[in-house]
């Protein structure tokens, strides 16, 4: 017996312990996303992801906001958010603070939030995000937002997760040369340059507007920071298969900017759907997902096979350099010492 | 690999904006290797109750310095009982008269630590609680 079923049908203690099943990789998590896949594949997965104090969390309160009581009177969205914060490297602990920037959605049954640790995993979520995603898809919440821990330059796996990644980005983080570095900026369908009320927002929009035109140089050049025509440049690439991510200011903690992010996620979205794209990334992230538990199960019933003595004598091995750890890994697999 | 890990709320209900002894309590927590989710001030129990439910905790540590406990405390908990979440132990740290604290304690709260608690025997306290009802 699984908990596909109270899952399925709204109920939200279901819901919450099938989370903590699948974070903990139990087998009645296992078994419950087994039986709720078929019911995954609808939600529009955006990821949130920036530097710490770019202001993701305020923003992602905001977006939940806007979806729940849409100004044009359009129905409002289920909202599902998992918020990803550091482990602690060393005690295993950590502290969990995303929600105290969304209490105004408290109080509301369409929004379901969900913090979680990173537990040891590196890139910017957790092993689980994944499975927790999938378990929100399958309960029926239509927008579900994954921020990410604070991010450097390299933390990008949440792009391979999603089909929209918002990176957020603040004024006075750093020059034009941080924006042509390769990593989080890449993997941007949407830059959001968040605290627009601060000074430096000027200079922070031209950084990433030169990145965008040296990433894409068909599009128009900016010559002394003046733009050309933007609509009509966005509107040309509209025609095209090719996606430029547009730049939007925002003032999180007031809600400015807030209608028209959101009108830009709705527009990536059209994009993926009009060019196919949204089938090649779900089979993308599809494939992703299934090479890493591939790769983990690999691991995992090779090394149930491999006796701790021998295991223990080819790590005494590589301590003492008698092996390479290539060779280690050859000898483990193969029998072989040397190549 | 993945593990059980303990996960604990801590929140502050009421209107005193004094959360230093929140804080220290959820670093002391993160550092004996508990999640803690930490919901800031001016909670209310039924804001509480929600963060508990979706997060699917095993106890919510409450900070109260406002006086109001007699009045908080059992909403929260008979709201937790509500939603199904009997389990959840509730915990109690602040300025709490002693004679509140035995009437609390029969109302179900699992732990009161006023000030000078050392965190040691809170997180002793939070682990055997967990691991009788786990």
Known sequence: ?339 | MPEKKIRVLVAKPGLDGHDRGAKVIARALRDAGMEVIYTGLRQTPEMIAEAALQEDVDAVGLSILSGAHMALVPRVIQLLKDNGQDKVRVFLGGIIPDEDVAKLLRLGVAGIFGPGSSTQKIIEDIRSAVHLTA
């Open chain 1, 1 to 339: 017996m699984d908990l596909s079923r109270p899952v399925l049908a709204g109920d939200r203690l279901a819901l919450a312990r099938l989370l903590t099943e699948v974070e903990n990789d139990s087998p009645l998590g296992r078994t419950t996303l087994n039986s709720l896949f078929k019911h995954t594949g609808s939600a529009h997965l955006v990821g949130v992801t920036g530097a710490p104090g770019t202001g993701k969390s305020s923003l992602v309160n905001q977006l939940a906001l806007h979806y729940r009581q849409p100004p044009d009177g359009a129905p409002p969205r289920r909202i599902a958010i998992v918020a990803v914060d550091p482990s602690s490297p060393f005690t295993g602990g950590a502290v969990l603070g995303d929600r105290i920037r969304m209490r105004e959605l408290s109080g509301d049954t369409g929004v379901f939030i969900r913090s979680m640790a990173t537990r040891g995993s590196l890139g910017g979520l957790a092993a689980a995000t994944a499975g927790l995603v999938q378990a929100l898809d399958a309960a029926g919440f239509e927008l579900i937002f994954i921020e990410t821990v604070g991010s450097g330059q390299s933390e990008v796996e949440v792009a391979k997760l999603v089909h929209t990644t918002l990176v957020v980005e603040a004024p006075g983080l750093g020059d034009d040369v941080q924006a042509i570095k390769a990593g989080i900026l890449e993997i941007a369908d949407l830059l959001v340059l968040n605290k627009a009320d601060r000074p430096g927002v000027e200079a922070a929009e031209r950084a990433l507007l030169g990145m965008l035109k040296l990433g894409h140089p068909t599009k128009r050049v900016v010559h002394h920071g003046f733009m050309l025509d933007e609509t009509a440049a966005e509107a040309e690439l509209a025609a095209t298969d090719q996606w430029i991510p547009p730049i939007r200011r925002t003032v999180a903690t007031e809600g400015k900017g807030i209608p028209e992010l959101v009108a830009a996620i709705a527009g990536h979205r059209l994009h993926l759907e009009q060019t196919g794209n949204w089938q090649r990334r779900d089979r993308a992230r599809l494939q992703t997902e299934l090479e890493d538990l591939l790769r983990s199960q690999l691991v995992a019933s090779w090394r149930s096979q491999v006796s701790q003595q021998r295991y223990e004598a080819t790590l005494d091995d590589l301590l003492s350099r008698r092996l390479s750890p290539r060779q280690a890994v050859d000898a483990l697999l193969n029998g072989r010492g040397k190549p």
